[in-house]
């Protein structure tokens, strides 16, 4: 299993960001995925998950509104859309599979929003 995040970056506060996270090794259209993030200091939390046919969506209640997780499976590619970006939104986001059990985790990227 692998599963590459990527589209981090810097951005001012109000900006927009898409992240993108590749998969591999395992049945991408059958399986649930999941965008979490940890910021300095903290735990790592659950930003939002997605249904294998992208149907059923849920997010943190902080990211309602402003983020959006989307599936293309025929690329394997789970975004995360993030709008109206806060400071409060810095930290390494990941992308994480539970595939027969066990999680996976992609390597992370860096966001970064200040001005």
């Known amino acids: 299993v692998q599963l590459v995040e990527s589209g981090g970056g810097l951005v001012q506060p109000g900006g927009s960001l898409r992240l993108s996270c590749v998969a591999s090794g395992f049945t991408f259209s059958s399986s649930y995925m999941r965008w979490h993030r940890q910021a300095p200091g903290k735990e790592r939390e659950l930003v939002a998950y997605?249904?294998?046919?992208?149907?059923?969506?849920n997010y943190a209640e902080s990211m309602k509104g402003r983020f959006t997780i989307s599936r293309d499976n025929a690329k394997n590619t789970v975004y995360l859309q993030m709008n109206s970006l806060r400071p409060e939104d810095t930290a390494v986001y990941y992308c994480n599979a539970r595939v027969w059990g066990n999680d996976y985790w992609g390597q992370g990227t860096q966001v970064t929003v200040s001005s």
């Open positions: 997605i249904s294998s046919a992208g149907g059923i969506t």
